[in-house]
């Protein structure tokens, strides 16, 4: 199985401002003083050797992965990033007959706010199962494409689009994969999900809230974690900025991701739902305090962390 990443951003798309690629050039041009590059491989290269927050970018489209070795198109929530996979498959030929299955965490905007713009929809001959654990999940859809918000219908897509409601904790087989669901602390309720096929499972567990009963040995998510490939996870705060004024917003930190994590047995850690205010410099300064972090709770555990960003690739 693979992961692709389309959206990993939290709450609302971020921009990248003509000043932030300037200062990137200047960070990058000031690290070349003193090389020669004879070639564009040499250039390549050094590109290579910097940063990723200088030679590289975490993105700006909300919640959207496509989990890749199924029998057909997964994909979770349907952030902004749902647009650019559309695009892709576009690209590889709008008169092929695709069948995609969407699981959505829950119906807050940021998370389907890309589905008008999902090109394949549009087209007759595809299938678009849309699966969820809330009683409304057709009519969120259908109200964010109401003609005051949107100029085109829900109804008028051209596809055939399902909506199919599940049950929480209930085991499903679906597009070649087992999946499990589960709910989680967030307003309004959202539901993470477990995918398992060929003996490798991955979770994706976004907008998910963990407080004081984390500490309980019987804590569910435990369970629902338990030995998994990769865990997809939201951290969008960091622990200081949380336990100061971000309790009871729905969303979970970098510190407790790395001790559930080891907890559980994950094998492989990548944070999610990363904060829209955050720079590159920034996410990439978060991202190696929780490595740090790790080497304090469980030195000797041999977890890997990642911080997921648009167009990142995961194999399990």
Known sequence: MKVHFWGTRGSLPAS???????????????ASQGQIFNDDIAISGFVDTLPFSIRGCFGTNTSCIEIIGGEDYILCDAGTGLRDFGNHIIQQGPQKQHTFHI???????DHIQGFPFFIPAYIPHNTINIYGCHDYLEASFITQQDFKNFPVSLKS????????VLEPEKVYTIGGFT????QQKH???????????????IVYSTDAEHKQDVEDIRYPFLNFFRNADLLIFDAQYSFSEYALSKEDWGHSNNLIAVELSVRAGVKRLCMYHNEPTMDDGKLEDFLEKTRRYLTLYAESYPLRIDLAYDGMEIEV
């Open 179 to 182: 999946v499990k669901t589960f």
């Open 187 to 201: 307003p309004g309720h959202s539901y993470g999900y477990r995918f398992e096929k060929d003996g490798k499972s």
């Open 16 to 30: 990248v401002t003509e000043g932030a690629v300037r200062a990137k050039i200047k960070k990058a041009i000031k």
């Open 103 to 109: 699981f959505l965490s829950h119906l807050h905007w």
């Open 157 to 164: 897509m051209g596809s055939s689009i399902r909506f199919i």
